[in-house]
Every structure is written in structure tokens, then in C-alpha cells.
């Protein structure tokens, strides 16, 4: 959290003084929008070394239930998306502690699959998301924007393991 004081005090100092526009937007949309992020990756990557996870569902289930009375209205899971509050990162945290404690087999290949692929996942889903914001029907948009998400990540790792292959053959100089 002093990283993600830090960076917003940046971001605020360059706008008071008439920095240049670049590099507030830098400071403001890439350092402190990511800052929060850092430390969920970086709390998963202990998670999975970590004997006291049941001790840190807990810790995330106190700091999330401390958040959530303080915010004062009801569960918006996506409030403080960007950049990420406590609330938010608590509420992920708390989500993929329960997650990791929950899912037995880890070795599941849908499981590595998707977790390997998160990063298409979640960058495919947004045209998705957008073009299905008329529906009023949050489950069938749900099941629209994940399996259309799924499936084009799919596709487009298909389509990059054919365009490298391609790539090594041309390169092979081969006849």
C-alpha cells in the first residue's frame, strides 16, 4: 500500500507542476494501476509454496470483512477496480485463497490451461463483454463472454503455433 501512496503522490506532484502530459498518464495509468496487481501476483506466487494458506484465508476474510463494514453499502466486487483499493484486493485475495484451498487435483490440464492463458483470457473477453452489454440477462451474458473468450484464446493459440511453425520452416532455408 506505501508503493501505491507513493506512486499516487507522484502522479499528483507531475500534474501540480505541469510535468509533462506522457508522464502523468505513465505514472497515473501504468505504476499506480498496476501497483496493486504486483502484490495479488506476487501473494499468489507464495500461495502456492506456503503451508499456512488456511491461516491466510482467514487474515484475507478478516481484511475483507474489515473493508466491506467501512465501505457501508452493500457487496460491489467490482468497486475500486482501478486502480485496485484494499477492498478489491482483499476481495481477490479472499477469492483465490478459498479458490486454492478448495480445487483438490492443481495438476487438472483445464485448470494449467486456463492459468497459463489468463492474460488472452481476460484481453479477449473485453470484445465481448462490450458487444453483449444489451443483454439484461447477467448469466447467459456470463456464459456468452467466458466460452467466447475461451474458445478465440483457443483459436488463437492454434493459429500461433501454425504461424511459428510456419516461421521456423521459411527460416530453415530448407528447398
Known amino acids: 500500500m506505501l508503493l501505491q501512496q507513493l506512486l499516487c503522490w507522484g502522479a499528483s506532484f507531475v500534474q501540480q507542476y505541469n510535468?509533462?502530459?506522457c508522464l502523468s498518464v505513465i505514472l497515473e495509468d501504468y505504476l499506480v494501476g498496476c501497483s496493486g496487481y504486483i502484490i495479488v501476483s506476487a501473494v499468489g506466487i507464495r500461495?502456492?509454496?506456503s503451508p499456512k494458506?488456511?491461516?491466510?484465508l482467514l487474515l484475507f476474510l478478516l481484511l475483507f470483512l474489515?473493508?466491506?463494514i467501512s465501505q457501508g453499502s452493500a457487496f460491489a466486487p467490482n468497486a475500486g477496480k482501478y486502480p485496485p483499493t484494499l477492498y478489491y484486493i482483499s476481495y481477490g485475495l479472499l477469492v483465490s485463497c478459498a479458490l486454492w484451498l478448495i480445487i483438490p487435483n492443481k495438476?487438472?490440464?483445464?485448470i494449467v490451461w486456463v492459468s497459463k492463458n489468463s492474460w488472452n483470457i481476460y484481453l479477449f473477453h473485453i470484445p465481448f463483454y462490450t458487444m453483449t452489454?444489451?443483454?439484461r440477462n447477467w448469466r447467459i451474458r456470463f456464459l456468452i463472454v467466458v466460452s467466447s473468450a475461451l474458445i478465440t484464446t483457443l483459436l488463437w493459440n492454434k493459429?500461433?503455433?501454425k504461424f511459428n511453425e510456419f516461421i521456423k520452416h521459411k527460416?530453415?532455408?530448407c528447398p
Open 19 to 21: 510535468c509533462s502530459y
Open 47 to 49: 500461495l502456492t509454496t
Open 53 to 56: 494458506t488456511k491461516w491466510l
Open 66 to 68: 474489515i473493508c466491506q
Open 107 to 110: 495438476s487438472n490440464k483445464f
Open 133 to 135: 452489454f444489451f443483454m
Open 159 to 161: 493459429f500461433l503455433g
Open 171 to 173: 527460416n530453415c532455408h
